[in-house]
């Protein structure tokens, strides 16, 4: 719940931003200078592009979530399976055993969306974080597909 506030916070704080920043490039597009104009088109560009970027994060992180209470329902959640050094940090060699099983579950079930969860969930304790994004987002993609 912590960290839902913390995200909630920080998209929050985001928002205020690109609605200064939007009210900056309208004000300099509105003084109607040769100069001011283009950088003001520019500077509206910026909370445009911010604002998809957090749109995209949004719903990806919803997504996922979805399909962790529907994989929790059913009893198919991961539980924290690699061992833990003692300042808390997952084990290297333990989350690389992890990730060869989830890999090898992967492989024999490609077209099952619960495998890739799964497998992103032992990339992210791999510290693989671009791949964990890739295999979540599979993950959802084939369980949209799935019409769920």
Partial sequence: ???????????SVLVVYFVLVGHRGVLLVADGGWVTVPLGAAVLALPLL?????W????????????????????????????????????RDAADAVFARRQAETEASPEDWR???????????????PRARKAMQHAIDLHAAAGR
């Fill in 50 to 54: 911010g604002a998809w970027f957090l």
């Fill in 1 to 11: 719940m912590r960290a839902r506030l913390g995200y909630l916070a920080l998209c």
């Fill in 56 to 91: 995209r994060s949004a719903r990806f992180v919803t997504r996922a979530h979805r399909l962790m209470r529907e994989l929790e329902a059913e009893g198919g959640l991961p539980q924290d399976e690699p061992a833990r050094t003692p300042g808390g940090r997952v084990d």
């Fill in 115 to 129: 495998c890739w969860y799964r497998l992103a969930v032992a990339y992210h304790d791999a510290r693989d974080t």
